[in-house]
């Protein structure tokens, strides 16, 4: 088993492009997530979804939209990206006691 | 204030030492978690704790649930645990994060 797979694995846009991160489990957990790790701060959550179908916002949505294509996947996508939107980008999945993390997106928006 | 606080925020230590890292938290939870996320930047669920003590080989667990505080104690410590150590809470659906003790083990 993969466990929880991220593409790509670094990225570089010029401010105002777009783009898509994707993310898959194989775990048939229920829950995925969209995180993001910033120097001197804590991983924050972007979006999550409880189950296929749902996706609510989390502490920082703001620039970021979500789509939960089925239970295997949880998309994340900019827009128009911003500078301040460089980070480090995790994706996660959980089911009771079960946990996964992808092994991040190195993105750079210059 | 953070809901999560982590101590120490970095920590150095020799080959063989006995090593403990705190993690303090405000809110209620229903579980903690202790993560490993190693120099490759990969992230690694160790424990997840509602109560009492857990062991996973060289690495305890323990959460004080009345006094919101948990440690991550790590015995007889290797080069290899050289990582930064995550303290994440669990209240309702979400997790909240610490910002992580960076942990350098010397041989």
């Known amino acids: 088993n993969a466990g929880v797979t991220q593409t790509p694995k670094f990225q570089v846009l010029k401010t105002g492009q777009s783009m898509t991160l994707q993310c898959a489990q194989d775990m048939n957990h229920n829950s995925m997530y969209w995180y993001r790790q910033d120097p001197g701060m804590g991983l924050r959550l972007i979006y999550y979804?409880?189950?296929?179908?749902?996706?609510d916002k989390g502490e920082v949505p703001n620039g970021y939209n979500v789509s939960r294509l089925n239970k295997r996947e949880f998309s994340l996508r900019l827009e128009s990206a911003a500078p301040s939107q460089t980070s480090v980008y995790f994706c996660?999945?959980?089911?009771?006691?079960?946990?996964?993390f992808g092994p991040g997106t190195r993105l750079t928006v210059t | 204030k953070n809901e999560v606080e982590q101590s120490p925020q970095n920590l150095t230590a020799q080959e063989g030492e006995f090593i403990t890292i705190n993690c303090s938290y405000s809110v209620g939870i229903s579980a903690l978690h202790w993560l490993q996320q190693h120099p490759g930047g990969g992230i690694v669920s160790l424990f997840m704790?509602?109560?009492g003590k857990k062991k996973h080989g060289r690495l305890i667990a323990t959460i004080n649930i009345q006094e919101k505080h948990s440690s991550l104690h790590i015995t007889a410590s290797h080069p290899r645990d050289s990582a930064v150590y995550i303290c994440a809470v669990k209240g309702g659906s979400r997790l909240t994060f610490g910002e992580g003790t960076q942990l350098t083990v010397n041989p």
């Open positions: 996660a999945s959980s089911e009771g006691q079960g946990r996964g």
């Open positions: 979804s409880a189950s296929e179908g749902t996706t």
């Open positions: 704790l509602s109560s």
